[in-house]
Nanobody, 125 residues
Framework: QVQLVESGGGLVQAGGSLRLSCAASGRASFSFQPVAWFRQSPGKEREFVARITWSGGTTEYADSVKGRFTISRDNAKNTVDLQMISLKPEDTAVYYC?????????????????WGQGTQVTVSS
């Protein structure tokens, strides 16, 4: 039921950095539920990027971004951020914030009920 709004996307050269933010919009809060970031390129499946528990004590990353991306949250502000460094052209995608985890595998996009509209990240070579 939570409404999500992503921001922070843009165009950056390879090796650069971007910080994405996901904010709850509307009456609902996701402070007490896990939140994940996914990304999708044209013609490809939506793929898992990172996940964080409601407390922020546990995080999980896709192997492709491990060591370069950092997910964090501020429950008081109802925001979840994704700090991305050392960006590569293959990171180019629309990035989505997902909430309302239904259970099951964290990396499966079908296990989340709430999605934002996405924010475009383009990394040039």
């Amino acid at each position: 039921q939570v409404q999500l709004v992503e921001s922070g996307g843009g165009l950056v050269q390879a090796g650069g950095s971007l910080r994405l933010s996901c904010a709850a919009s509307g009456r609902a809060s996701f402070s007490f539920q896990p939140v994940a970031w996914f990304r999708q390129s044209p013609g490809k499946e939506r793929e898992f990027v990172a996940r964080i528990t409601w407390s922020g004590g546990t995080t999980e990353y896709a192997d492709s971004v491990k060591g370069r991306f950092t997910i964090s949250r501020d429950n008081a502000k109802n925001t979840v951020d994704l700090q991305m460094i050392s960006l590569k052209p293959e990171d180019t995608a629309v990035y989505y914030c997902a909430a309302a985890w239904r259970g099951g595998a964290w990396s499966n996009s079908r296990n989340y009920a709430s999605w934002g509209q996405g924010t475009q990240v383009t990394v040039s070579s």
